[in-house]
Structures are given as structure tokens and as C-alpha cells.
């Protein structure tokens, strides 16, 4: 499929990456020249320097006989142009970023019908949601849904006192209907077998039918007590959206804000949390705000630095869970030497809505982890490796688990002796390297 890029910052360079990677033609348009030349030495595509809502340069990208365009720039109104040209051209699908959602509102026919954007991603939105849902699930700091929600999946870090920690796999003791399909260690990810012993400030995913990952996670984790007071640092887009959202749901909600003005905005929104201006934040200030005894300490700022420092300082002083927005890929490895339980980033956020659109069809739901590892759900169709064939007896790639299927309505969470029946979804952990693997044993 060929493929044209508007803007190489994060999220279209990242998404160009996996692109490419997977054996589509990428062109990738960005003006800022140092982009540009990161671009051009690091990514297999075509790098073009221009302003990517131009129709001229489109033109020399090839946009008319291109299938795809994602709109990916920082900018909404040239997201907007570069999905127009492109629509003008007859390119079959368009993808744009869109921070404003008064330029497209989903409930808004009018401005789908308008513009015809096949496809918006609003990463703020989803950011807050992310968070939102693992607040949910105590004790976990990460939680995805599978099959309409049939299906979820947990990520919880092994800390000190973990019933878990030291144990081989097999002596675990996870409650019926529920299954630890992934191990990220130091960074690296890794399908645990029988006799793989557990190690302290592993991060293991749990998968278990909805409702039930709570049990799964408390066999494990440390701290479960519900989350009901929440400290955010930063009330930018991100930010405003979470505490609304927790406040709907009942939450404590107080919010620390740099900018007086947005802190007044912020203040003005909210209908019980309140609001504090502090221009800088130090362990004293957070201190005196009593951050030591809040639930969560949530840094959603646009500053990656502050971020992390400010959920290490909120860690040091006692924060059960710490969470912080990391924009830059390079940052993220910093969060576990520094304490940080959750990093959120938007570029991986749209990374994974962009991979769901393109590779939709038997392929229905993508999560990226840090790490490389992937949790696919794929359609079982009529004719492939899988089907109709024992688990154990498919060959499956030794670097991916089949955690869980739905069938008719059941999650089931399958042994080597379960057969995969066309039309079963099937939620598969899969690290980096059996990517391409998966996907060729599940092909028609």
C-alpha cells in the first residue's frame, strides 16, 4: 500500500516507521529540517521537505496515486487541507490528527460529511481515557479491551511484597479464567513459560473475561485499594479532560497548573475539584499540597522533563500510583529506573488507532507496549494455519501465546488442546520479533 505522511514530529515518524516496516511505500512530508534529516537516515521512505497541506507538493508526492494519507502534523488546519487535497485526488482512505475538537466532533454529521475524513484521532481524548481506565483496576497501571470489551487485559509491575515475586509461573496461584500471557523485563519482553521465575518490578500482562481481571490482578499485586483522590500536574488538554472524566465518576479531583490564565480556565470547568497555580514544583511544594497521601499523582504537562520529575518527587514522598505523559520515545525508558509506574504517550496512542485502521479487516484491535511487544486480536477466518487445528499441533511462533478467544459470546482462555474455530477472535500476546509470524499463521 502506498502511503503519504504529513509531518515526521513523534507520532508520523513513528508511525511511518511501523509502516514501513511492515512492507508498505511510506512518503513522508515535514518542513523543519532537522526532522527532515532524522527522517531521511533512519526511516526506509521517501522524506520530502515542504508544507504537506500544499496541493503542489502533494502532487509531488504522488498523493493521486497513493492509497492512504495520514495527516499527522501539529497543526489541525493543515491536518484538514492535506485530507481535502487529498480527497480531491480520490485517494481511497484519509487519517488526520486533530487536537480541536471543534473542527470534528463525532456526533457532528455535518463535519464528517464536509470534510470526509475517513478516520480522526484525538489523542488527548484517548490519553485521558487510558489513564481513566487504569485507575479503574487498582493495583494495575495499564488496562486494554479486547473483543467489544469482552475481553481485558492488565498490566501490573511486580513490586516488593508480591505474592508473586520469586515464584515460578506455574506455582502462581491466578484465580480460574484468567492467564499471564506477557513478561516485560528490563524493558524487554518475553511469552513466560511454566518454569519462568518471576522477578521483582516485572511487568506482567494479565487476561482475563471482563469484570474478573480485578481478582487476577489482586493475586498479584500489592496495593489494590480503589483509587478515590487523584493529584494532576498540568491542566493543558490532557489534563482538563481527565479531571472531568474523574469527576463523573465520583473521584477527588485537584489540579496544579503553571499558567494563571489556564488554571482560571480550568477552575471555571470543574464543578467540585479545585485548582492550584504554582509556576514551578518542587518536593516541598508537593509536600505542603499533602501529594503524599493522594491515590494517584497523574503529570500531564507538555513538558516530558517536568513530567518524570514530578511523578519521581510524588513517588518519593509516598503517591500510591504515579503516572506521567512522555511525548519523546527516549524518555520512556527513564520511568521505572525513576519510579514511575505508567507512562502515556500520545504518539504511541495514535500509533495504535492509525495500525487498527490500516490493518483492519481479520486483524480488529492493536495495543503497542514500550517494549515492542504487541496484543493483537484477529478474526479466526475460514481457511488458515489455525483453524480447526489443536493448538499445540499449529507451530505456533515460540515468541506469542493465543491468551484468550471469544466465541459466541464466551471467553474462553484456551490450553494447547483448544481448538481455534472460524469466526473465534482471538487475543494474542506477541513480542516484536513474531509479529509478521502471527499474522502469516492467521492469513486466509
Keep these: 500500500m502506498r502511503t503519504v505522511i504529513i509531518g515526521a514530529g513523534e507520532v508520523g515518524f513513528n508511525t511511518a516507521r511501523m509502516l514501513s516496516e511492515e512492507g508498505h511505500d511510506v512518503v513522508l512530508i515535514e518542513q523543519d529540517e ?189 496495593d489494590t485499594a480503589p483509587v478515590k483522590d487523584v493529584t494532576i500536574y498540568g491542566g493543558g488538554r490532557i489534563g482538563l479532560r481527565l479531571a472531568l472524566a474523574l469527576e463523573k465518576i465520583g473521584m477527588s479531583v485537584r489540579v496544579i497548573e503553571r499558567d494563571e490564565a489556564r488554571a482560571r480556565y480550568v477552575a471555571s470547568q470543574l464543578r467540585k475539584g479545585f485548582v492550584l497555580h504554582d509556576e514551578g514544583i518542587s518536593r516541598d511544594f508537593l509536600l505542603q499540597e499533602r501529594v503524599d497521601r493522594t491515590d494517584a499523582f497523574v503529570a500531564v504537562t507538555g513538558d516530558d522533563r517536568a513530567n518524570l520529575l514530578a511523578a519521581m518527587y510524588a513517588r518519593q514522598l509516598g503517591a500510591r500510583t504515579t503516572i506521567a505523559g512522555v511525548s519523546r520515545g527516549e524518555f520512556a525508558p527513564l520511568a521505572d529506573a525513576l519510579g514511575v509506574d505508567l507512562t502515556i504517550s500520545p504518539r504511541m496512542l495514535a500509533a495504535e488507532a492509525i495500525l487498527r485502521f490500516v490493518r483492519k479487516g481479520d486483524i480488529i484491535n492493536v495495543t503497542l507496549l514500550e517494549s515492542g511487544a504487541e496484543m493483537i486480536e484477529l478474526r479466526v477466518p475460514e481457511k488458515c494455519r489455525v483453524a480447526g487445528r489443536p493448538l499445540s499441533e499449529v507451530g505456533f511462533p515460540e515468541g506469542a501465546l493465543v491468551g484468550a478467544l471469544l466465541r459466541n459470546g464466551e471467553v474462553i482462555i484456551p490450553t494447547g488442546k483448544e481448538t481455534l474455530r472460524p469466526g473465534d477472535d482471538a487475543v494474542v500476546f506477541t513480542v516484536e520479533d513474531a509479529v509478521d509470524e502471527v499474522e502469516r499463521v492467521f492469513a486466509p
Design 34 to 222: 532537522a526532522l527532515v534529516e532524522r527522517a531521511a537516515e533512519q526511516l526506509d521512505a521517501l522524506v520530502i521537505r515542504g508544507n504537506g497541506a500544499s496541493p503542489r507538493l502533494l502532487a509531488e508526492a504522488g498523493i493521486e496515486r497513493s492509497d492512504l494519507l495520514i495527516a499527522a502534523s501539529s497543526s489541525d488546519e493543515a491536518n484538514i487541507i492535506a485530507c481535502l487535497a487529498a480527497k480531491a485526488q480520490e485517494v481511497p482512505r484519509t487519517v488526520a490528527r486533530i487536537h480541536n475538537p471543534d473542527y470534528y466532533d463525532t456526533r457532528e454529521p455535518f463535519a464528517q460529511n464536509m470534510l470526509g475524513i475517513d478516520f480522526v484521532i484525538h489523542t488527548e481524548q484517548m490519553a485521558a481515557q487510558e489513564i481513566k481506565a487504569s485507575l479503574l483496576v487498582p493495583g494495575a497501571i495499564n488496562v486494554d479491551t479486547f473483543a467489544e470489551g469482552s475481553i481485558e487485559v492488565a498490566e501490573v509491575i511486580l513490586n516488593e511484597g508480591s505474592p508473586a515475586v520469586g515464584l515460578a509461573l506455574r506455582d502462581v496461584r491466578l484465580p480460574s479464567g484468567s492467564l499471564m500471557v506477557g513478561v516485560v523485563r528490563r524493558g524487554e519482553a518475553l511469552v513466560p513459560r511454566g518454569g519462568t521465575v518471576l522477578e521483582h518490578r516485572d511487568h506482567v500482562l494479565l487476561i482475563s473475561g471482563r469484570r474478573r481481571i480485578s481478582e487476577a490482578v489482586k493475586a498479584v499485586a500489592t
